[in-house]
C-alpha cells in the first residue's frame, strides 16, 4: 500500500527528524534521491558528462534542493545553468554550492539566454514550487512553465517534489503549472502526485526515502497495490456454500439499453458472490440469462428473492423509481450507479456506495462538470460527506471518498476504459464484492483496481477494447491477484 500525506503531516514529520539531524542533513537526503534519478535519466540520453542541465529554482526549499542537484551534476561534468525565480532570495547554501561547482545563473528576464539554455537542456530541473506551493504560478514562474509547454525544450522536465504549481494536498492546478515528464518525491506521497490533473503533470513517479517513515502518521489516503487486493478479495473456504459466498442482486438494464443489464450482470458473475438475480423486464431479462444462464432473474426485487447487496442503476432509463426505492429500502448494502442517482435517498444510513462519473456527480452536487473534473477529491469528499456514502468518482484518476474522511484512488486506470458500458461492468464488479461482505471502500476500490487491470489486458490483446473485451479480461486479472478459487 501506499501512503498519501498532507502538507501539515510532512512538516511535523520533518521536523522531528529535522531535530535528530545536524543541519541540512535532510536536504542532502533528498538531494542525493533526486540526483540519482537525474543521472540514471541522463545516462539513458548520452550521460551525465557534458550533458546540459537547467535550473529553474523559486525561493523556498525546493529551490534549495533543485540547486544542490545542479551543482552534483555539475561536479560531474554536466553544464549546468540556473534561473532564479527571485534571486534576492534564492536558497543561500545551495546558491553557493552551485556557482562553486561551476554553475551560470541565467537571468529571468534575459529571454534569449533563456531560450537558448532551455533549447539545448538535455534535462530542466522544476524547483519553483514544493509543498510551500499556494495558487498557480505567476508572473516569470507562469512564463516559464508556459515555454516548457511549448515544448522550448526536448530535455526531460524532472520535478522536485512535486509539479510546480499544484496544488499539494488536492492535485488541483488552480492556474499555470509545469509539466513535467518525471517528479521525485521526498519521504512520502502527496495527493498532488495521485489525484488528477495533478497526476497528469507529475509525468512518471520516483520515490527518494528520506527516512521520514516513522515521524508520518496513518494516513488517511492510499493507493493500493496487487497485495492489499489479493488480502481483501473474498476468499471461499471449504465449507462455503452459493448462499454463504453473497448472493447479489442487479437491478439494471432497459428496453433501450438492455447490455448494460448483460455487462453488469456479467461484472456481477465474476467478483465472487455464489449467485446473481437479476430483476427487470421480462425482455431484458431473457437477454441476460440468454448471455448468463446461470444467473436468476424476476421482474422486480422483491420477485427475484433474498440477496445479500444489490447493485442499482446502470442503464436503468426512466420510471424505475419505485423499484430502485424498494431495492434502497432492503436494508442491505447498496451500489447506486448512473440513472439510479436520481433516486438518492436524503442521507444513507447502511452501506452504500455510489459510483458517479463527473457528469453525474455534477449533476448531483449541481455544480459544472467541469468544476468536478477540476476538483475531483474535494467534490467526491463533498457528495460522501451529505450523502453518508462512499463516493467512487470515476474517470481519468477513480478517487473514492468515505465519509469518515478516508480516501483511495486507484493506480490502475487506463483511458482505453474510456468506453461505453466498462461502467456497467464496474458496478456489477463492485456490487458482487459488497455480496461478498466487503465494505463500500473496499469494494469500490479492489473493483476499480481490477477493472483497470482487466482494461489495460483488453487493451494489450485488442486495438480498442470494447466493454465486453473488458469484462472477459476479468477472470485473468482476478486468477492472477488472488490465485485460483478453492486453493487449486
Ligand atoms: N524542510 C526540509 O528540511 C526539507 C524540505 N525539502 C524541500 O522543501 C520543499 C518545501 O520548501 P518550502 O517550505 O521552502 O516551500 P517551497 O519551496 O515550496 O516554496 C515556498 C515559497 O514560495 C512562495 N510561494 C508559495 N506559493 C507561491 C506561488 N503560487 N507563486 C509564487 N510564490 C509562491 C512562498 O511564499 C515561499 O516563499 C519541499 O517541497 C522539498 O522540495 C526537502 O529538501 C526535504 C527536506
Ligand atoms: N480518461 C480515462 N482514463 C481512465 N479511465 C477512464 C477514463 N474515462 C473513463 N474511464 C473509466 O471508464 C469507465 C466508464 O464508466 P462510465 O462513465 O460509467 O461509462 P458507462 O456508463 O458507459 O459504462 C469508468 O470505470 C471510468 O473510470
Ligand atoms: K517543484
Redesign the pocket.
Known sequence: MKTVHTVEEVRAA?EAL?ARLPDGA??QR?VAGLVTVCARLLRESGGVYGARVVVLA????????ALWAGARLARRGAHADAVLLDPA?AHAEGLTAFRSAGGRVVSVDDGVGLRSALAQADLVLDGI??????????GD?ARLAALLREGRTAGAVVA???PSGVDPDTGETPGDAVAADHTVT?GTLKAALVVDPGAAAAGTLHFAD?GLGPFLPEAEMTVLDDADVAALLPDPGRESDKYSRGVVGVLAGSAQFPGAAVLATGGALHGGAGMVRYAGPDAVATEVRERWPEAIAGPSPDAVGRVQAWTIGSGLGDGREDDVRAALGAGLPVLVDADGLRWLPERFTGPALLTPHAGELSRLLDVDRSAVEARRLHHAREAARRWNAVVLLKGSTTVLAAPDGRVRVNPTGTSALAAAGTGDVLAGLAGSLLAGGLSPLDAGSVAAFAHGLAGQRAAAGSGYPSAGDVLAALPAVLRSLRGPVGGG
Open positions: 520533518e529535522m535532510l536536504m533528498a523559486g525561493a523556498g526549499n525546493n529551490g534549495g534542493d532570495k514550487l514544493g509543498i510551500g506551493g499556494r495558487g498557480g504560478l505567476r514562474a522536485v517534489d512535486l521526498f528520506i
